[in-house]
């Protein structure tokens, strides 16, 4: 224990899934393929809104936006992971892990805020349709999505000020397949219930905030969309709506069971459950949201066939967002 106090740690060994080290090989092939897959998906999204005038909406410059966030939320865990599938390098130094970390909770905040801009440019669009054009302008649409971002790596300062205070000077293996903020205060060789108190009240006040816009948007949505007199409006009204609703329900379903807790109810027979929920949220649900929206969404897919067809129109006029404009 002597040692412990007086040497601090400078790296620490990712331990990913141990339980499953026969299937390591297979776990390194089918991670590597869905990462190939959610770049793919999300560089065809930015492309396809950029290049056709069509998709030059509000909407659709915040779903580029939310690519291009999930295209470096995905980045920042995977590539690691990957590596630790295959034992090629499992250790990670102090600054290499804080800074992942931070890069995680900063990208997952700013994908809340983009989320919660997306509902509110559907209200907007729905039930205020005559202002639309004037509210959600050009100006408007860049300065939310500056805010979304700027917002996201200030809010999460608090989180990781508290973080770096903590010593740590023990155990150095992180039982999980990325720097996540709960395995790594259980490192600690202090006390980490204030830092554990400044992640719950953040994380909570991220989460549940922008749930609550969501929800609240979709409610005066849902009114105005209910008093359209004919059914082919409400169901072109609502056809706008049903991809964000899609991904808003997986991603939020995922992160309220993760975070919106304290840390200190993790307990160990928990911990390979709370990996697998890890692993939907960081992997497999960043792979989902592209395809949501290009089987779901109609201008989407008519946008991604006239490209495949060689008729999408290239190079837009500099600057314009239709109906708000880019």
């Not at 939320?73 to 599938?85: A, E, G």
């Not at 649409?141 to 500056?146: G, H, Q």
């Not at 979304?148 to 508290?162: D, E, K, M, R």
């Amino acid at each position: 224990m002597g040692v412990w106090n007086t040497t601090m740690v400078s790296h620490f060994i990712i331990l990913g899934f141990p339980s499953l080290q026969k299937l390591q090989l297979l776990l390194f092939f089918v991670g590597l393929i869905i990462y190939l897959m959610t770049l793919s998906g999300h560089i065809i999204i930015i492309t396809i809104v950029r290049f056709d005038l069509h998709l030059h909406t509000p909407m659709y410059f915040f779903l580029s936006n939310f690519s291009f966030l999930e295209i470096w939320y995905t980045s920042n865990i995977v590539p690691k992971m990957l590596q630790v599938f295959l034992a090629m390098d499992s250790s990670i130094s102090y600054a290499g892990c804080i800074t992942q970390l931070y890069f995680f909770i900063t990208l997952g905040t700013a994908e809340c805020f983009i989320l919660a801009i997306m509902a509110y440019d559907r209200y907007l669009a729905i039930c205020n349709p005559l202002h639309y054009p004037i509210l959600m302008n050009n100006r408007v649409c860049v300065r939310l999505a500056i805010c979304s971002w700027v917002g996201a790596f200030i809010v999460n300062v608090p989180p990781l000020v508290s973080l770096c205070k903590l010593p740590f000077c023990g155990p150095n293996e992180i039982n999980h397949f990325f720097c996540d903020a709960p395995p790594l205060l259980k490192l600690s060789c202090r006390d980490p219930r204030e830092a554990e108190t400044v992640n719950f009240i953040v994380a909570t006040s991220v989460i549940v905030s922008s749930f609550l816009l969501i929800v609240v948007s979709y409610i005066l949505i849902i009114v105005t969309i209910l008093k359209i007199p004919s059914a082919l409006g409400r169901r072109k009204a609502f056809s706008t709506c049903g991809c964000h609703l899609a991904v808003v329900a997986i991603f939020y379903g995922t992160l309220m069971f993760m975070y919106v807790r304290p840390t200190s109810s993790y307990s160990n027979d928990s911990v390979n459950f709370n990996k697998l929920v890890s692993m939907f949220y960081t992997v497999v649900t960043p792979m989902l949201n592209p395809i949501i929206y290009c089987l779901r969404n109609k201008e989407v897919k008519e946008s991604l066939r006239k490209a495949v067809m060689g008729r999408c129109v290239l190079l837009p006029k500099a600057g314009s967002i239709s109906n708000g404009g880019w």
